[in-house]
Structures are given as C-alpha cells and as structure tokens.
C-alpha cells in the first residue's frame, strides 16, 4: 500500500514537471 502511494506521488511529480516545462516551451515557441 505504501509503496504504491509512492509510485503514484512520483508519477503525479513529474506529471507536473513535464507540464511545466511543456508550458514554458509552449510559451517561448509560440
């Protein structure tokens, strides 16, 4: 239970990292 927690912070984590860095990508190329 505690270990699947985890998993799903880290994935949540770096769904957030990649649509920040997707955001600003967008906003300089466009």
């Known amino acids: 239970?505690?270990?699947e927690k985890?998993?799903?912070v880290k994935t949540l984590g770096?769904?957030?990292i990649?649509?920040?860095a997707f955001?600003?990508?967008y906003i300089i190329f466009h």
């Open 14 to 16: 770096w769904g957030v």
């Open 6 to 8: 985890r998993s799903l």
């Open 23 to 25: 955001g600003i990508s």
């Open 1 to 3: 239970m505690e270990k």
């Open 18 to 20: 990649c649509g920040i």
